[in-house]
């Protein structure tokens, strides 16, 4: 039994494997969520209102949402394809931890319990310096750049440690760049609307077409991990490297963009609700 | 890596091939040897293939893992624009029991319509054809209770692999199980007849690209040192 997903040396099979690795880390983040939710509740001296309730409820099935896409990225099938078979899962694992799970776990994060754990960590103040958008921007994309690079894919792919340092570090780097968009902090957040969405098009749509490009265009398969593995219902390597360059230049599209419109609608409601040009209230 | 020292008297940084080079004193022609083909006629090694590089693989359609890669590796570089014509891809079935003719054509053609199949018509002709190539012998490895070997070949030739080298693979044949270990390197030999290069597992696309245009410019006259 393996803890975490990471390279075999044996050709591809749908038998299932245990990962009891991805399950703990799984529990481990839902668990003391789940708990610190019980807790509040219990320490709260009344009922909640209906529109604190819905939001109570709305915020746990976004973080369980997000830590459902964080089991689905890294156990079997997709964690042990993207692991050792191809750099396409490889990359739908990326974009599922760092556009789906992270952005999903941060909206489902209570104000309160953020401001809990930075100061239990004592990070508030390197939260605060991390969450400026530029700096988010940065280690986002330089966490991007390293973790594609052949010599990080094979070298931490090759054993479950480095896989598990892998997965790891784009959760974190993802939770870090969704930050200054939608953190349960409102001073962590970026005000204004325009500013949001040209710090999610620069962080999140710009910098990654480079590496994806690399990927789509290059004249050999980048990474040995992929190349060199038992192939998967005969899909050539060069075929699969090109899928994932497709994936992470295509696959970020409909989120990035999606929340840009979904932005762009919301700041002109709160224009419209603002306009000194609206007529006057009945009352 | 044994093979790694047993070929590694010559300079590796002055080596001309990324794939392993073959020492000047361990040069080897081409084997004169005939073998049928998938549509049942004769082929011979050498003088079939004059003026090409012949790439010759031993493997068999039941591996499940390092022949369909180094195979795919193959169609992979010859497919690519700029890629040498006078390449054969000679592929020798270890499992000529099981690998019929038809067998191993539709195995080969999931990679490319030009690789050249070949099987043995005999255990002593494959013996021969790994001691002519300095190649490890095939061993089947039956799966019973009490566990039998059987080893087709049993000169290994001067040239030394470890398990990295080999290929196992458990399959299962009628009511009979057994695995074969085989020499996965892919042997390398200029037009002239020589080989000057070999490719164990695993070896990358670049090396491939790298050193084929090399031996495909080696004129099929030219004296042994001129590939070295």
């Known amino acids: 039994m393996r803890f975490w997903c990471s390279a075999l040396e044996v050709p591809w099979s749908w038998s299932w494997r245990a990962y009891p690795g991805v399950w703990a880390a799984s529990l481990a983040i839902a668990v003391p969520y789940l708990v610190a939710r019980r807790r509040a509740r219990a320490m709260r001296p009344g009922p909640l209102g209906p529109s604190d309730a819905a939001t109570e409820r709305r915020q746990t099935w976004l973080f369980l949402s997000g830590v459902l896409a964080f089991w689905v990225a890294s156990d079997w099938p997709l964690g042990v394809l993207g692991a050792g078979y191809l750099a396409s899962a490889h990359m739908a694992q990326f974009m599922l931890y760092t556009l789906v799970a992270a952005p999903l776990l941060v909206l489902g994060t209570p104000e309160p319990m953020a401001r809990r754990i930075l100061a239990k960590l004592r990070l508030y103040r390197v939260m605060t310096r991390l969450t400026q958008p530029v700096c988010a921007g940065l280690v986002f994309n330089g966490c991007l750049v390293a973790t594609h690079s052949p010599w990080a894919v094979d070298t931490l792919r090759a054993n479950q440690f480095g896989s598990f340092v892998m997965d790891a570090v784009w959760l974190v780097s993802g939770v870090l760049v969704w930050l200054p968009i939608c953190s349960p902090l409102t001073e962590h957040r970026l005000r204004a609307y325009p500013g949001k969405m040209v710090y999610l098009f620069l962080a999140l749509g710009v910098v990654p077409a480079v590496p994806a490009g690399f990927l789509t265009f290059a004249s050999f398969p980048l990474y040995a991990t992929y190349e060199l593995a038992p192939r998967f219902y005969g899909l050539d390597a060069a075929a699969d490297q090109q899928t994932a360059g497709l994936i992470m230049k295509l696959g970020g599209i409909p989120i990035v963009w999606g929340t840009i419109v979904a932005m762009m609608m919301r700041w002109a409601d709160e224009s419209k609700n603002l306009s000194p040009l609206q007529p006057p209230s009945p009352r | 890596m044994l093979v790694v020292a047993a ?96 067998v191993l054509r539709a195995y080969l053609d999931q990679f490319s319509d030009d690789f050249v199949g070949l099987i043995p018509d005999s255990e002593q002709q494959l013996t021969d054809l790994q001691n002519a190539l300095g190649a490890l012998a095939s061993i089947k490895i039956f799966e019973t209770t009490t566990t039998e070997t059987h080893q087709m070949a049993s000169d290994g030739g001067d040239m030394d692999t470890d398990m990295d080298d080999t290929d196992m693979t458990a399959m299962d044949h009628g009511d009979v199980n057994y695995d074969i270990a085989h020499d996965a390197r892919v042997f390398a030999y200029a037009p002239n007849g020589y080989g000057y290069a070999q490719y164990p597992h695993p070896t990358r696309q670049t090396q491939f690209d790298h050193d084929l245009p090399i031996l495909a410019g080696i004129k099929p006259d030219a004296p042994a040192p001129a590939g070295l």
């Open chain 2, 7 to 102: 070929c590694g008297s010559n300079d590796e940084a002055e080596s001309r091939y990324d794939g392993l080079a073959v020492p000047e004193s361990q040069l080897k022609q081409v084997p004169d040897m005939v073998f049928s083909d998938t549509d049942g006629n004769d082929f011979h090694l050498a003088a079939d293939t004059q003026g090409q590089v012949r790439l010759v693989y031993q493997m068999f359609t039941n591996c499940p893992d390092i022949c369909g890669v180094q195979l795919a590796q193959l169609a992979s570089v010859l497919n690519r624009p700029g890629a040498p014509a006078n390449v054969a891809v000679l592929a020798v079935t270890v499992d000529p029991d099981r690998d019929t003719p038809e």
